[in-house]
């Protein structure tokens, strides 16, 4: 696994996750060139992944960061506001607390700051409200949504946070994804369905949505027991689709 991050590092640059900084390895600054850290906004949430408090985690990032300046090559860290929306242990999350949080990080050092519904809770008044309070405490800083369709609103909430500025979403291929610690959540967004509405409205991904569809049946013969969701595949892309400019 380090050897295929590195090789695909030095080629295109990789996105790693790590939630602590003995899970990092000397791999990250040969190949990758952004390190995501999650912070759980629950408190629940946060013992059962991790077995800390989210003011720990938070701590960590600091860490992260403080490792990371005395390297040779520059990673571009991303923390993750996990369950900002909702948690399956603790219930309801208030906006107060994942404000706090996301604030906490900035404040940290990290670069950027991502809201993730990790339940797939969320609804697009949320999702408004949640993105305008932390970009009126952290700005810029706040670049990414982290999106899953547990209550089918995935794409929903997607709008919502691109009506309000967001120009980064995490997705994966046929909606592949979820949490251990989240009982019937289910993946994360659908990236194909994603590309489809974004190229539609105008927005250029840059993404070939042909070639991605084409890719889920890689993904098949991978893990040919793995349901693969996505209604842009089922129906197949229509005449009227023009990719955008």
């Given at each position: 696994m380090l050897e295929l991050i590195?090789?695909?590092?030095?080629?295109?640059?990789?996105?790693?996750?790590?939630?602590?900084?003995?899970?990092?390895?000397?791999?990250?600054?040969?190949?990758?060139?952004?390190?995501s850290i999650p912070v759980w906004v629950s408190e629940g949430h946060s013992r059962a992944n991790l077995n800390r408090t989210p003011a720990e985690q938070i701590a960590e990032v600091g860490r992260v960061m403080e490792w990371l300046r005395g390297q040779k090559r520059r990673v571009r860290v991303q923390a993750a506001c996990s369950t900002a929306f909702g948690c399956s242990i603790d219930g309801v999350v208030p906006p107060a607390k994942a404000i706090e949080i996301a604030t906490a990080l900035a404040e940290a050092?990290?670069?950027?700051?991502?809201?993730?519904?990790?339940?797939?809770?969320?609804?697009?008044?949320?999702?408004?409200?949640?993105?305008?309070?932390?970009?009126?405490?952290?700005g810029a800083k706040l670049t990414t949504l982290h999106l899953h369709?547990?209550?089918?609103?995935?794409?929903?909430?997607?709008?919502?946070?691109?009506?309000?500025?967001?120009?980064?979403?995490?997705?994966?291929?046929?909606?592949?994804?979820g949490c251990p610690y989240a009982p019937g959540a289910s993946g994360n967004i659908v990236t194909e369905d994603l590309v489809f509405m974004l190229e539609s409205m105008g927005f250029a991904t840059g993404i070939d949505l042909g070639k991605l569809i084409a890719a889920r049946?890689?993904?098949?013969?991978?893990?040919?027991a793995e349901p693969l969701h996505g209604q842009v595949?089922?129906?197949?892309?229509?005449?009227?689709?023009?990719?955008?400019?």
């Open positions: 590195a090789r695909i590092g030095a080629e295109s640059g990789i996105s790693i996750q790590a939630s602590n900084l003995s899970r990092l390895d000397v791999t990250l600054v040969k190949g990758g060139t952004r390190l050092g990290a670069d950027e700051v991502a809201l993730a519904d990790t339940v797939g809770y969320a609804n697009p008044a949320q999702v408004r409200a949640l993105v305008r309070a932390v970009r009126a405490a952290i369709d547990t209550m089918g609103l995935g794409l929903a909430n997607a709008l919502a946070g691109l009506e309000e500025g967001v120009r980064r979403f995490d997705a994966s291929l046929a909606g592949l994804g049946a890689m993904l098949h013969e991978a893990m040919p595949p089922k129906a197949g892309i229509p005449k009227t689709f023009r990719a955008a400019a």
